[in-house]
């Protein structure tokens, strides 16, 4: 993470490539609560150079279609239940990028992407940006996760939002190698599970390979695979953040840990 965000700039040259994030996000508290994951989600914002737009791929919003949200306000959604009122009071004012959002529509030839104007920034969204860009001054908007379609499909479609990547498109893609709700312990720095550690190790030689072919089907993984995956919308966005990976690019991972015993926050930068 070289590169500093320049002083006073409102974007980039089309010429310079932006780099593209996948963040492990996990308890929504991390809005107002910090802990030593958003610590690092803070850390790697303040050596982002400072995008034009900022594209948000988050497993919480999953279509059956692939939708881009293009409000020029989009608003703060509070997709979670049970947490203190102080966290559904909070608001990430950031501006949306409908020209951007129109920009992704053109780019995209193999599917259509259909225009949205009702969804806003889920928490996957939110509660990172909040951390990377602070003053939320920087328009976000979000691209939908078609769930009808299999990994493949995802890791290509990503492969088409590359060229923005040099039109001042800063990518980040929100979800988690190893997401299981269901056995899930309240306590933040409860013990991790045997498979959750052994999956997360798996995942990230493979990351640091290259092994694209080998990630997308996540099934294929061993038997860990069906308690790190049980269902695949938090894996989903690691094949975005895969599939727009250059040649020349090697991942820097920038946080790592299981929280809650069954969820991986390993979170990396490209480029």
Known sequence: MKAKRPQGSAGLAASERLPVLFVGHGNPMSAIAPDRFSRAWTEA???????????????????????????????????FHGFPEQLYEECYPCPGAPEAAEELRRTVRSVRVGLDSVWGLDHGTWIVTKRLFPEADIPVFQLSIDSSKPAQFHYDLARELAPLRRRGVLILASGNIVHNLGMLQYEPDAKPYDWALEFDALLEEGIRKGEHRRLIDCESLGAGAALAVPTPDHYWPLLYALGLQEPDERPQFFAEGIAHASISMRSFQLG
């Open 45 to 79: 914002g303040k050596a982002l150079p400072r995008p034009r737009a900022v594209l948000a791929i988050s497993a919480h919003w999953c279509s059956d279609a692939t939708l881009v949200h293009g409000s020029a306000r989009p608003r703060t959604i509070h997709d």
